[in-house]
Nanobody
Framework: QVQLVESGGGLVQPGGSLRLSCAAS????????MAWYRQASGEQRELVAA???????NYIDSVKGRFTISRDKTKTRVYLQMNSLKPEDTAVYYC???????????WGQGTEVTVSS
């Protein structure tokens, strides 16, 4: 089994920064995709940024230039550096690990981010 543990959420003022972390453990195929999703209250979960083990990262338009996704050398940790945060970034942020070869997805428990003055 694969487990994902997120950390780094919290309350921040508009214009502030937060760094989310997600650590994966268990049986992890080396070719995988790690991504961050978010779900605001009353809204559907949406992809924020994705980082395949091989290939380019991608972002939704609303966070381009403000958020940066990165991974460590082991490819088992993923980070989301969030700068210039806006109230509309308020949501629960989830880490997801996808292993295309096995057609499986794993989700973390979520970490809450609140942007408010």
């Amino acid at each position: 089994q694969v487990q994902l543990v997120e950390s780094g959420g919290g309350l921040v003022q508009p214009g502030g920064s937060l760094r989310l972390s997600c650590a994966a453990s268990g049986r992890i195929f080396p070719h995988n995709i790690m991504a961050w999703y978010r779900q605001a209250s009353g809204e559907q979960r949406e992809l924020v940024a994705a980082s395949p083990s091989v290939g380019m990262t991608n972002y939704i338009d609303s966070v381009k230039g403000r958020f940066t996704i990165s991974r460590d050398k082991t490819k088992t940790r993923v980070y989301l550096q969030m700068n210039s945060l806006k109230p509309e970034d308020t949501a629960v942020y989830y880490c997801k690990l996808s292993i295309p070869r096995w057609s499986v997805d794993y989700w973390g428990q979520g970490t809450e981010v609140t942007v408010s003055s």
